[in-house]
């Protein structure tokens, strides 16, 4: 059987979420036996079958994290329609999440982050520190070069001015002060955008650069 | 490879990483000015390039519209301002039935010493045409899809004409970092967080306040408090803008163990209406309460902070506190419920065991 788990904790949390068992919705009675004093009847309208833990990880990963942090999701705590508002406004904000998603995503996030969950200890660390200085200088024979990667292998998510369009906008967007992150996404791939493997270190540099000639 | 250089950050609970949101802990509030690598980031899209060659350009219904670079800006009048900054959220994490956001608890709040121009000094420099009412501010920061709408807020003329609003580019003394608006960001003291716009490029003056999403949807809260859970249509309510008075114990805080005697109890209150008239502090949960002593200069929508011996015998001590503005404006007991969860600045409770 199907369970729902406990979406996993916050970003960095080590510890594994605990499942949760959710109580039966019904059950069929075994027909084998005779004469069962006991019938339980079918759902009259029982619809697909609840999300499961993997399910929901999926959808928020291809759909919500290419612009936040699933500490976002994670952090909430809303009733089933509270989470198809938000998610519908994500929606019109321009996330790809299909529309038939967001009644099965909504009741599966609600039965693990509704209004009665507790609220998650935040995580307290150091961090990356403040930016006080504008990123290195760049060249033009740099820039250059960034542009005719970007045009051959990021333009078609990330449109040709890489204001976003399946891809997220890259212009005056953080990620542009986050060179470690920038080179994993790239390299790895990550929710809907695929790994690009043959790419090093000489190509995220040209590909920064244009990007902060935008 | 690190992208420029970088000063040491203290720990902050993190509320998410990406856009960051940082909340300060209350530790760290424990002080008349907040320091600025403990002090809280909040945005809603996350920090554009850092380009300290920006330039700030003030149009619409001016007679002289003009575009100035930052070191231009630093040849007119400088003034400096001691002001709270608290993101209207701040609290949100308290109420109930709850609420959609970031789930701020007490730490969305910090106060710095702001320096820059005044705007007033910029829109007169402009020469206001007749019919403007409202300054419209738009900042370099970008959503991460093109279909999310702008991060835009306006502030009504009046306010963008007051003495303590400015177009800042120093924050306890020393240039903006990125997280906090670099180059240049806007300061309205008195006044909730979104109206603090972050790396401010344009400053537009126009007859009607903007009508984008974070004006006309977000931001805004009931006019007159709403059973807890109402849904009230944006149109039916008003932009956030007063802080309302609050104050917020720093020492001891919630869990901490000290020991039997006379203990200092500390905090900070503030108003965005008014100074802060006083503070007042009660060991028996609200039943008695006595007047804390204030340090610091009162200002409007300026933190002092409030410091009271009390005795603690051995046992658990419950401990509230409670401020007055100058309007005679007193903070509640409960927090008062919104649909997007503003304001909450209800008494502060914290308990301690003494040993």
Redesign the interface.
């Known amino acids: 059987m199907k369970r729902l788990l406990l979406l996993a904790g916050l970003?960095?949390c080590a510890t594994p979420p605990a499942p949760v068992v959710p109580p039966p919705v019904a059950v069929i009675a075994p027909v084998t036996a005779p004469a069962p004093a006991v019938v339980v009847a079918a759902p009259v309208d029982a619809g697909p079958p609840p999300l499961t833990a993997q399910e929901v990880q999926e959808a928020l990963s291809l759909n919500c994290?290419?612009?936040?942090?699933l500490?976002?999701i994670e952090?909430?705590?809303?009733t089933a329609g509270?989470w198809t508002?938000?998610l519908t406004k994500m929606r019109?904000?321009?996330?790809l999440l299909e529309e038939s998603q967001v009644a099965p995503l909504s009741l599966a996030l609600a039965a693990t982050r509704g209004?009665t969950a507790a609220?998650p200890v935040?995580?307290?660390?150091?961090?990356?520190?403040?930016?006080?200085?504008?990123?290195?200088a760049r060249t033009p024979a740099l820039v250059e070069k960034g542009k005719a990667l970007f045009l051959a292998r990021c333009m078609v998510c990330h449109?040709p001015d890489a204001?976003?369009?399946i891809g997220?906008?890259l212009?005056?967007?953080?990620i542009?002060?986050?060179?470690?992150r920038f080179a994993q996404f790239v390299k790895s791939g990550r929710g809907r955008m695929p790994p690009h493997a043959d790419l090093g270190?000489r190509q995220f540099?040209e590909l920064l650069a244009f990007l902060?000639s935008l | 490879m690190v992208a420029g250089r970088t000063v040491a950050a203290a720990p902050f609970e993190v509320l998410a990483d990406t856009p960051q949101q940082l909340q300060t802990p209350l530790d760290a509030l424990d002080a008349l000015v907040t320091p600025t690598d403990r002090f809280f980031v909040r945005s809603h899209f996350g920090a554009p390039r850092l380009d300290r060659q920006r330039t700030l350009s003030l149009e619409g219904l001016v007679g002289k519209p003009f575009t100035l670079s930052v070191a231009a800006l630093q040849k007119l009048p400088q003034t400096t301002v001691t002001a709270v900054l608290q993101c209207a959220g701040n609290g949100r994490a308290f109420f109930t039935p709850t609420i959609p956001g970031v789930q701020w608890q007490h730490g969305a709040v910090g106060q710095a010493e702001w320096t820059g121009v005044r705007l007033s000094v910029l829109v007169e420099r402009a020469k206001v045409q007749a019919g403007a009412a409202h300054v419209h501010l738009f900042g370099a920061d970008r959503a991460p899809k093109p279909q999310a709408p702008a991060f835009v807020r306006s502030i009504p003329l009046e306010k963008a004409m007051h003495p303590d609003t400015l177009i800042a580019w120093k924050m306890n003394g020393a240039p903006l970092t990125l997280e906090h608006g670099a180059p240049l960001r806007v300061v309205v003291p008195g006044w909730a967080g979104d109206h603090w716009l972050k790396w401010v490029t344009a400053i537009h003056l126009a007859a009607e306040e903007h009508d984008g999403f974070f004006v006309k949807k977000g931001y805004r809260i009931p006019p007159t408090p709403v059973p807890p859970g109402t849904k009230v249509p944006p149109e039916q309510m008003v932009p956030v803008t007063v802080l309302p008075v609050k104050s917020i114990l720093t020492a001891p805080l919630e869990g901490a163990t000290v020991k039997a005697g006379q203990v200092e109890v500390r905090g900070v209150a503030f108003s965005g209406g008014a100074a802060v008239r006083q503070v007042e502090v009660s060991v028996d949960g609200g039943a008695h309460w006595q007047l804390a002593k204030l340090e610091g200069e009162p200002g409007v929508g300026r933190w002092q902070r409030f410091k009271l011996e009390v005795d603690a015998p051995v046992g658990k001590m419950r401990v509230v506190a409670r401020a007055t503005d100058e309007l005679g404006a007193l903070q509640p007991e409960q927090g008062v419920w919104n649909p997007s969860g503003y304001f909450w600045n209800a008494w502060h409770r914290v308990s301690w065991s003494v040993t």
Do not use: I, M
């Open positions: 970003a960095g994290q290419s612009c936040h942090s500490a976002y952090q909430q705590r809303l509270q508002a938000t019109g904000w321009g996330a209004p609220l935040f995580e307290t660390r150091d961090l990356p520190a403040f930016t006080v200085e504008a990123e290195p449109g204001h976003g369009s997220v906008n212009v005056d967007r953080p542009q002060q986050e060179p470690t270190p540099k902060r």
